[in-house]
T-cell receptor, first 114, second 109 residues
């Protein structure tokens, strides 16, 4: 158990719908990263939050948005869903900057758009 | 731009040794990580290098040369359970993790 919790584990929804994925980082970790991984593909970085502020954006679509709340949990909102958005969505957390330790991954949310 | 290169796929035989290479070009360097990812599962941490040289951890070793922008992961005494993707990631000067696309390792009996 990495200490990072993601909910839900599985989600099936229809095209055009909107979903929210949730991530609770490890206690004490200030950074939260979101990644998308399509079948047999590498990790695609979406966005990074640090202590409530957006730090970096990757290839995140305009239909997607995220935020990190004061209690440091994070949500990833996906709207106007398309079939191609079906993927595993991972959240990872890491300690405060300057402490060179690894990122810890949640078990992911498997999103299926039908 | 920032770039990390790894071979897409490698095949090795059970009991043998395999070396997975990673080259990187990033804005600054605060360490290099190797992760293992089994299909459909979360990546799990294998190793971290920030200084040049070899770090050994059981059957797995990781090497770093900062001047060459190069690292490798060495897996010895391969087991079938080592079949997975191996991801190389660099922590840049802004403490952003830059990920390679991963190397899919196939182990044959």
């Amino acid at each position: 158990d990495s200490g990072v919790t993601q909910t839900p584990k599985h989600l099936i929804t229809a095209t055009g719908q909107r979903v929210t994925l949730r991530c609770s980082p490890r206690s004490g970790d200030l950074s939260v990263y979101w990644y998308q991984q399509s079948l047999d593909q590498g990790l695609q970085f979406l966005i990074h939050y640090y202590n409530g502020e957006e730090r970096a954006k990757g290839n995140i679509l305009e239909r997607f948005s995220a935020q990190q709340f004061p209690d440091l949990h994070s949500e990833l909102n996906l709207s106007s869903l398309e079939l191609g958005d079906s993927a595993l969505y991972f959240c990872a957390s890491s300690p405060p900057q300057g402490r060179d330790t690894e990122a810890f991954f949640g078990q992911g949310t498997r999103l299926t758009v039908v | 731009g920032q770039n990390i290169d790894q071979p897409t796929e490698m095949t090795a035989t059970e009991g043998a040794i395999v070396q997975i290479n990673c080259t990187y070009q990033t804005s600054g360097f605060n360490g290099l990580f190797w992760y293992q990812q089994h299909a459909g599962e979360a990546p799990t941490f294998l190793s971290y290098n920030v200084l040049d040289g070899l770090e050994e951890k059981g059957r797995f070793s990781s090497f770093l040369s900062r001047s060459k922008g190069y690292s490798y992961l060495l897996l010895k005494e391969l087991q079938m359970k080592d079949s997975a993707s191996y991801l190389c990631a660099v922590l840049d000067s802004n403490y952003q993790l830059i990920w390679g696309a991963g190397t899919k390792l196939i182990i044959k009996p």
